[in-house]
């Protein structure tokens, strides 16, 4: 799974975000790994240069194998919450997709053979 990490003009980048934000991501998703081909993550500071609210935001957008993209975004006080918190949104969202994927509507698992 390939990581890639964008940010506006009011967060500093470079190669430590940049392997924070690869390590969470491979950390929380890396059981989606053979399922998801790219994670983009796009950084920002709604208020820049103030400082106030939940103004950071991350925004991960996952490219599923033979899939639509789909998207998640989290706003939170600093921007290691809002990485945090959008991986975690966007475990749930794909625990959910490959789940009813795997497991159509009014189908139901095979039973356990002991």
Do not use: W, Y
């Not at 935001?57 to 919450?81: F, M, S, Y």
């Not at 990485?83 to 795997?102: C, D, M, Q």
């Amino acid at each position: 799974m390939q990581v890639q990490v964008n940010t506006d003009k009011n967060i500093v980048g470079g190669e430590r975000l940049t392997q924070f934000v690869t390590t969470t991501i491979d950390a929380k998703l890396h059981r989606f790994g053979g399922q998801i081909t790219r994670v983009e993550a796009h950084l920002s500071d709604e208020n820049g240069h103030k400082s106030h609210g939940n103004d950071k935001k991350c925004v991960l957008e996952a490219r599923p194998a033979g899939l639509q993209p789909i998207a998640v975004t989290h706003l939170a006080a600093t921007l290691d919450q809002a990485i945090h918190g959008a991986v975690e949104k966007l475990e749930r969202l794909l625990e959910s997709t490959f789940g009813h994927l795997n497991h159509p509507k009014g189908a139901m698992p095979p039973p356990d053979i002991v």
